[in-house]
């Protein structure tokens, strides 16, 4: 096999050049690169800036050696005297370390010169043919050339200054791209990104705005970014927590949100005054306990709708919560009780240890609440001012007269729809005397003008009075209303027993009356409801459904009660 030498590949030796020694026992692998070309060199040239990255391989034109000998050899380091120009595809060691830039390498992947049909540099016909009567390795049965492998020459040396080029380039298609982006901006093709108007609130304006949402709001909302997380958790936004969802595991974000927020005690929140779950069906009594153990200056807790809360968990809460002021467990058909643990009712001598000092309690549609049950809580929580028993249909005569014994400060009392209450309930209510400013005994059908008259006899104050449904109590009861509780600002006497003449005797007693329900009286003609209108002219709201009057009555009341709202089913008043 021959070996041909590319005359390219040459050095410097004293200012003159030589062409490398080859050593004729040198073996070469016919499988490494094809015989008919030489040695492959990747070898970076020298060159100035703007000038273009070269690749010499193969045989130099002749174009190439006259502007080559023009050229100014290169500021070598330590380079004093002029010497002949070097040949770019040739290095030097010390020469690495220049201080200005030299040409990024090409691609240093190449076919062998045979794989493109050009012979190399100092190869001879001769050696051609002898070279083609050879038969090669690369070829197949029908002489037919198959491609010669890659053959790749890497020069170590120049990877650092390759990766840096690189680098530079990278930097410069980045920097081009943002400047054109900003071309684009000053055009007005797209608008510059404006500061949010959020973001020019003051803290004192948002958290202002915070607290209007509810607790699992606020939660998410400290996810926003840093400067919500640090204005969500504002001592003064968590006086409150309110979850109203029934997705939610409550007992643990009751836990969560209590050990957040006791940042000064590490084992109560004294910060949470109200606390709201309402409608989350998950509640359970370990959540209560969390909050009875947690949370000791709670005022407020409505838990409405939470039916697996039992008596237990709220004897735990009005225990420990000793301040706590309203408690709402509407809808709560597994409580049926309220009062203290045993554990404290043993340890307590004296009895205002004993007591529970609620203001508020609202059991409404506890349909488990029984005579026994409510005199458990009239008696611990004789302090009530507010009670409603709305839909407890078990609870009768013995149960009211529990509250009228141990109540004596009760303002307000809702028993609509406890059909088993008679007149003699309603009797022991007047016990209250002067304190009661509001009943409602709607639906109350076994009640008659004997309670009733009773009743305003003695709670000459009350504002407020529903008797709805009560088909019993009829002109008598209206009588002896107008004339002992001639403040009244409230009265609903719809499908009762009502006529003009009992409707007269109101106009003229009790002209502070601003809201009237005359619903389905059918006593009541245009007569009555005319006398009304002169008389009480700062009426606000008055409900005449199924009620037998005419247009005539309509405008009368359009007349002087300028600003009373009418409700109505006939469309001719329109």
């Given at each position: ?44 040239s020298y060159t100035y800036s703007g000038t273009s990255m070269s690749t010499f391989k193969g045989k130099l034109s002749d174009s190439d050696d006259t502007s080559s000998d023009k050229k100014k050899p290169p500021p070598w380091p330590g380079n004093t005297t002029t010497h002949a120009y070097k040949k770019p595809n040739h290095y030097n060691a010390h020469d690495l370390n220049m201080p200005y830039r030299m040409s990024t390498p090409s691609p240093c992947s190449y076919r062998s010169s045979s794989s493109l049909g050009t012979p190399s540099l100092g190869t001879t016909p001769s050696s051609i043919s002898n070279k083609s009567s050879t038969k090669s390795p690369y070829t197949n049965n029908n002489n037919i050339p198959t491609p010669s492998p890659v053959i790749s020459y890497k020069n170590p040396a120049y990877e650092y200054q390759l990766d840096k080029h690189m680098e530079q380039i990278q930097y410069n298609l980045k ?400």
């Amino acid at each position: 096999m021959m070996l041909a030498l590319d005359p390219s590949y040459m050095f410097y030796k004293n200012g003159n050049i030589s062409h490398i020694p080859v050593n004729n026992s040198c073996q070469v692998n016919d499988s490494a690169h094809d015989s008919s070309s030489g040695f492959a060199s990747d070898v970076p040239s020298y060159t100035y800036s703007g000038t273009s990255m070269s690749t010499f391989k193969g045989k130099l034109s002749d174009s190439d050696d006259t502007s080559s000998d023009k050229k100014k050899p290169p500021p070598w380091p330590g380079n004093t005297t002029t010497h002949a120009y070097k040949k770019p595809n040739h290095y030097n060691a010390h020469d690495l370390n220049m201080p200005y830039r030299m040409s990024t390498p090409s691609p240093c992947s190449y076919r062998s010169s045979s794989s493109l049909g050009t012979p190399s540099l100092g190869t001879t016909p001769s050696s051609i043919s002898n070279k083609s009567s050879t038969k090669s390795p690369y070829t197949n049965n029908n002489n037919i050339p198959t491609p010669s492998p890659v053959i790749s020459y890497k020069n170590p040396a120049y990877e650092y200054q390759l990766d840096k080029h690189m680098e530079q380039i990278q930097y410069n298609l980045k920097r081009i791209e943002l400047q054109d982006t900003d071309k684009l901006l000053s055009k007005g093709s797209y608008r510059h990104h404006k500061p949010s108007l959020f973001d020019l609130l003051t803290d004192d304006v948002i958290v202002k705005i915070f607290s209007n949402l509810p607790s699992d709001q606020l939660c998410r909302s400290s996810r926003v970014c840093e400067r919500w997380y640090r204005l969500v958790w504002d001592p003064m936004l968590w006086k409150r927590i309110v979850i109203n969802s029934e997705k939610i595991n409550v007992d643990k974000a009751l836990k969560y949100l209590t050990k957040r927020l006791s940042y000064n005690t590490p084992t109560v929140c004294v910060i949470v005054e109200r606390i709201n779950l309402n409608g989350c069906e998950k509640l359970t009594n370990k959540g209560l306990h969390t909050v009875a153990k947690r949370c000791p200056e709670l005022r407020h807790l409505e838990i409405q709708g939470c039916s697996n809360v039992t008596n237990q968990s709220l004897y735990e809460v009005v225990s420990y919560c000793v301040n706590l002021e309203l408690l709402d467990v509407t809808g709560c058909p597994c409580v049926t009780c309220i009062s203290l643990t045993d554990r404290v009712l043993q340890t307590a001598t004296a009895h205002h240890l004993r007591q529970v000092y609620l203001r508020i309690l609202d059991m409404t549609d506890c349909y488990a609440l029984e005579d026994e049950g409510l005199g458990v809580i009239a008696s611990h929580c004789s302090q009530l001012q507010y009670l409603y028993l709305r839909r407890c249909v078990r609870i009768g005569d013995a149960g009211i007269q529990y509250v009228a014994n141990y109540c004596s400060f009760l303002k307000e009392l809702s028993i609509s729809d406890c059909r088993k209450i008679t007149d003699y309930g309603i009797c022991e209510l007047a016990k209250l005397g002067d304190n009661l400013r509001y009943l409602s005994i709607a639906k109350c059908d076994k009640v008659s003008d004997v309670g009733i008259i009773q009743l305003t006899k003695c709670c000459r104050k009350l504002r407020y009075l529903n008797m709805r449904g009560c088909e019993a109590v009829s002109d008598d009861s209206m009588d002896v209303l107008a004339r002992h509780c001639s403040k009244i600002k409230s009265l609903d006497i719809g499908k009762c027993d009502i006529t003009d003449e009992g409707l007269q005797v109101v106009a003229q007693n009790c002209p502070q009356l601003k809201k009237l329900s005359l619903k389905s009286c059918e006593g009541v003609s245009d007569v009555g409801v005319k006398l009304l209108a002169k008389k009480c002219r700062h009426m606000q709201q008055l409900n005449i459904q199924d009620c037998h009057l005419t247009v005539d009555a309509y405008r009368t009341i359009k007349k002087f009660c300028k600003q009373c709202f009418i409700e109505h089913t006939n469309p001719g008043f329109y």
